[in-house]
């Protein structure tokens, strides 16, 4: 077994940063730790969130929508955004799945065939024009837009009947004279003229063609765009989408005056299995930023659409949030976003509304949606399979008639009540919260902890004896992990009382990363179960039975016995706890210097580790001064012709990055200078990499490496150890 310092022991269990909170509306409480989470992301820094774009998966009853629109809401109410919703999957004749929510938010659904999309409106500039009306023939007529057809189409584009799409075919079968006689112009545009007529008198007229042809309003809190009328696999659903793009892009971003845009992309694997569409989606995507718009995406897996768009989409979005999978999804998953191998684990056991999100580069965390009472009513999908439940005759019918709303709310809300939602949007995020000084008063020990360490800790981080309480907890922890093993309960019990000292120092930061290790170890319930005063529930252990108030014992007709005094036997125990301590603490004391002693007869100076990443071959190397003063961390990729970008970052904020220039074939070695006060201990470094898949502006592929001046590197994430460079 490899022994650890206590600094040290959190790092075998997987890194989160659950210490980092974001500005913005409530979404939820962390599963890890039991913190509310909340997150807008136009609001973080630019710095730690490049990005506002998500993408939201999960199967069905996951609750991703749901989530989805709880956050559109919440945006809208308490920071004016606008939204633009494309939803492809409602309920029929329920005006699609956003409707409710739209209507009661003062916005318009917009129903396929209800009303009629102009894509040849004066609104749109020409070549915008030209390139949507070239997507309606290709979802239609593939092939029938070949060199002269184009030029047919261009020239038809600048006739004064073009204002319409009836008014386009009629410049397409007569056009005037040009650069090309007419005859041929007519000849040319003969197949375009036939894709467009399919708009205009066939199956799909009535979408962008007609008398009140027009383009929406810009000025509403949201719109929802309903296609779930036409057939799924209908030309339509394509031909929509680009027409709804392209508004967006060109006519709502423009005149939109709101201080941020969401353009919620339901059921997105319809849009991207197009390509014209999908460029129009990728080209949003990368200008998202300069143009204030967060694009929401939101279907069930990425294996839909092939490996190639579904990895292109997954690294333009900063914020993943990933519901229920079965394993195998997961795992896919997981390998695209770059997802910890203990958050892949867990995302096949999810609940409805709990979901993996991964913020940025290093942000990973398992969250439950709380919903308010409004939003259960908005956001409810089940009524059809509520009726389908129904007993089929009066006579069967099992419940009350005051019992049905609670009977409804229960299947379709998830994560605490609506109560418990007010009181979330009230509640400070760790960074806001006062030092919890008397929320420990009623601790009580684990039950099956026997010895007073726990309590004398406490009392000394009560006391404000800090240095001391944080050690007592070091050489408890090591003391018990060299006995009962680094994943014992014993062990776990040292973390959670690590973090209470924390809590008590005023360091909440590391006091929510050890909550979040303590999870991660199989003992969320510990939190899960405290109540919002009290502290956690611990682990359970069998209790002797209490007697109710009141009630006889068993032998509750014989006389009490005469009380004993036992002040002397009592202060005999204190005595023997006394010297029991002093010796467990010497030789607590003696390991460590034997620990420390071991160390430095291994001490190298020099440590390093081989990591593969994207595609490249990389050593990571530190080597430490000879007066253990600093440590010089480098990241070489030698002549890796697949290397692009190359980066380290160190917990202390000092950074160093390299990118492949035009003048040569690979990035430069960066290298940083991290000062130590301790020789013996490790350093914690996190690389990124970009390699065969890498573009600018995309995540890097990223590991943290814990390296040992013994000259052994481990993965901080799951302590495995690494093949040396």
Same mark, same amino acid.
């Not at 999960?58 to 109410?77: D, M, N, V, W, Y």
């Given at each position: 077994m490899i022994r650890?310092?206590?600094?040290?022991?959190?790092?075998?269990?997987?890194?989160?940063?659950?210490?980092?909170? !974001?500005?913005?509306?409530?979404?939820?409480?962390?599963?890890?730790?039991?913190? $509310? !989470?909340?997150?807008?992301?136009?609001?973080?820094?630019?710095? +730690?969130?490049?990005?506002?774009?998500?993408?939201?998966?999960? %199967?069905?009853?996951?609750?991703?929508?749901?989530?989805?629109?709880?956050?559109?809401?919440?945006?809208?109410?308490?920071?004016?955004?606008?939204?633009?919703?494309?939803?492809?999957f409602g309920e029929d004749s329920a005006g699609g799945e956003w409707a409710p929510l739209v209507r009661s938010l003062g916005g318009r659904v917009i129903e396929a065939g209800a009303f009629t999309l102009n894509p040849v409106s004066t609104l749109l500039p020409p070549e915008v024009r030209e390139q949507l009306v070239r997507s309606l023939i290709a979802a239609v007529e593939p092939g029938a837009l070949s060199h002269q057809a184009t030029h047919a189409l261009q020239h038809a584009l600048n006739h004064p009947k073009a204002t319409s799409l009836n008014g386009l075919v009629d410049a397409l079968v007569s056009p005037e004279d040009g650069r090309w006689a007419a005859v041929k112009l007519m000849e040319w545009g003969e197949g375009a003229a036939i894709a467009l007529s399919r708009y205009t008198e066939g199956s799909l007229r009535g979408l962008f063609d007609g008398q009140d042809a027009s383009l929406p309003e810009t000025d509403l809190p949201i719109l929802s765009f309903d296609f779930s009328a036409p057939d799924r696999n209908s030309p339509a659903i394509p031909s929509l989408m680009a027409a709804v793009s392209c508004?967006?892009?060109?006519?709502?971003?423009?005149?939109? #005056?709101?201080?941020?845009?969401?353009?919620?992309?339901?059921?997105?694997?319809?849009?991207?299995?197009?390509?014209?569409?999908?460029?129009?989606?990728?080209?949003?995507?990368?200008?998202?930023?300069? =143009?204030?718009?967060?694009?929401?995406?939101?279907?069930?897996?990425?294996?839909?659409?092939? *490996?190639?768009?579904?990895?292109?989409?997954?690294?333009?979005?900063?914020?993943?949030?990933? %519901?229920?999978?079965?394993?195998?999804?997961?795992?896919?998953?997981?390998?695209?976003?770059?997802?910890?191998?203990?958050?892949?684990?867990?995302?096949?056991s999810l609940g409805p509304g709990q979901a993996v999100w991964k913020i940025g580069p290093d942000y990973v965390d398992i969250v439950e949606t709380v919903l308010d009472a409004a939003e259960i009513q908005l956001t409810d999908t089940s009524?059809?399979?509520?009726?389908?439940?129904?007993?089929?005759?009066?006579?069967?019918?099992?419940?009350?008639?005051?019992?049905e709303p609670a009977a409804a709310e229960e299947e379709t809300a998830f994560g605490p009540s609506s109560e418990e939602y007010d009181s979330l949007r009230d509640l400070k995020t760790p960074a806001e919260q006062e030092p919890m000084s008397e929320a420990w008063d009623d601790w009580d020990m684990p039950p099956n902890v026997i010895d007073?360490?726990?309590?004398?800790? +406490?009392?000394?981080?009560?006391?404000?004896?800090s240095n001391e309480a944080a050690q007592l907890a070091a050489i408890g922890e090591r003391e018990d992990i060299r006995a009962h093993g680094i994943a014992s309960d014993e062990a776990a019990s040292w973390l959670a009382t690590?973090?209470?000292?924390?809590?008590?120092?005023?360091?909440?930061?590391?006091? #929510?990363?050890?909550?979040?290790?303590?999870?991660?170890?199989?003992? =969320?319930?510990?939190f899960e179960n405290a109540s919002d005063s009290a502290e956690p529930a611990w682990y359970s252990a069998p209790r002797a039975a209490v007697a109710p108030a009141g009630s006889p014992g068993p032998d509750h007709h014989a006389p009490s016995p005469p009380r004993r005094r036992t002040w002397s036997y009592v202060a005999a125990i204190a005595t023997l706890g006394i010297v029991a301590a002093c010796v467990w603490q010497s030789a607590a004391d003696d390991n460590h210097r034997q620990d420390r002693k071991a160390k430095a007869a291994a001490y190298k100076?020099?440590?390093?580790?081989?990591?593969?990443?994207?595609?490249?071959?990389?050593?990571?190397?530190?080597?430490?001064?000879? *007066? %253990?003063?600093?440590?010089?961390?480098?990241?070489?990729?030698?002549? *890796?012709?697949?290397?692009? !970008?190359?980066?380290?970052?160190?917990?202390s904020g000092q950074t160093a990055q390299?990118?492949?220039?035009?003048?040569?074939? !690979? $990035?430069?070695? $960066?290298? +940083?200078?991290? $000062?130590?006060?301790?020789?013996?201990?490790?350093?914690?470094?996190?690389?990124?990499?970009?390699g065969k898949r890498w573009k600018q502006g995309m995540a890097?592929?990223?590991?943290?490496?814990?390296?040992?001046? #013994?000259? +052994?590197?481990?993965?901080?994430? #799951?302590?495995?150890?690494?093949p040396e460079d």
């Open positions: 650890l310092p206590s600094s040290h022991a959190a790092i075998t269990a997987p890194l989160v940063a659950s210490s980092t909170t !974001f500005p913005g509306i409530p979404i939820g409480r962390s599963l890890l730790d039991g913190r $509310p !989470f909340h997150l807008s992301p136009v609001q973080a820094p630019a710095a +730690i969130l490049p990005s506002t774009n998500s993408l939201a998966l999960g %199967g069905l009853g996951s609750g991703k929508s749901t989530t989805a629109k709880a956050r559109i809401r919440r945006e809208i109410l308490d920071h004016a955004h606008q939204a633009v919703v494309i939803d492809s508004w967006a892009e060109h006519v709502w971003l423009r005149q939109s #005056t709101a201080v941020h845009r969401h353009l919620v992309l339901e059921e997105a694997w319809q849009i991207l299995l197009s390509p014209a569409t999908a460029e129009l989606i990728q080209r949003l995507l990368k200008n998202s930023r300069k =143009a204030a718009l967060s694009l929401d995406v939101v279907m069930h897996t990425l294996s839909d659409l092939g *490996d190639g768009k579904a990895q292109d989409l997954a690294r333009l979005c900063e914020i993943a949030h990933v %519901g229920r999978l079965n394993p195998e999804e997961a795992a896919i998953v997981g390998g695209l976003l770059g997802l910890p191998h203990w958050a892949v684990e867990r995302i096949p009524a059809r399979r509520r009726q389908a439940q129904q007993p089929a005759s009066p006579e069967e019918t099992t419940v009350d008639a005051e019992q007073t360490r726990h309590q004398e800790v +406490i009392q000394a981080a009560r006391e404000g004896r690590r973090a209470h000292v924390a809590d008590l120092s005023g360091n909440r930061d590391q006091a #929510t990363q050890l909550r979040a290790t303590v999870a991660r170890m199989g003992k =969320a319930e510990w100076g020099r440590s390093g580790a081989s990591v593969e990443l994207d595609g490249v071959d990389t050593d990571l190397v530190a080597q430490w001064s000879t *007066d %253990g003063t600093h440590v010089v961390v480098e990241l070489r990729s030698y002549a *890796d012709r697949n290397a692009k !970008f190359l980066r380290i970052d160190a917990a390299s990118t492949r220039g035009s003048d040569r074939w !690979f $990035p430069k070695t $960066p290298e +940083i200078s991290l $000062p130590v006060t301790d020789a013996l201990a490790d350093v914690t470094v996190r690389i990124a990499v970009g890097p592929y990223s590991r943290t490496v814990r390296l040992s001046p #013994t000259g +052994i590197a481990y993965d901080a994430q #799951t302590g495995d150890r690494l």
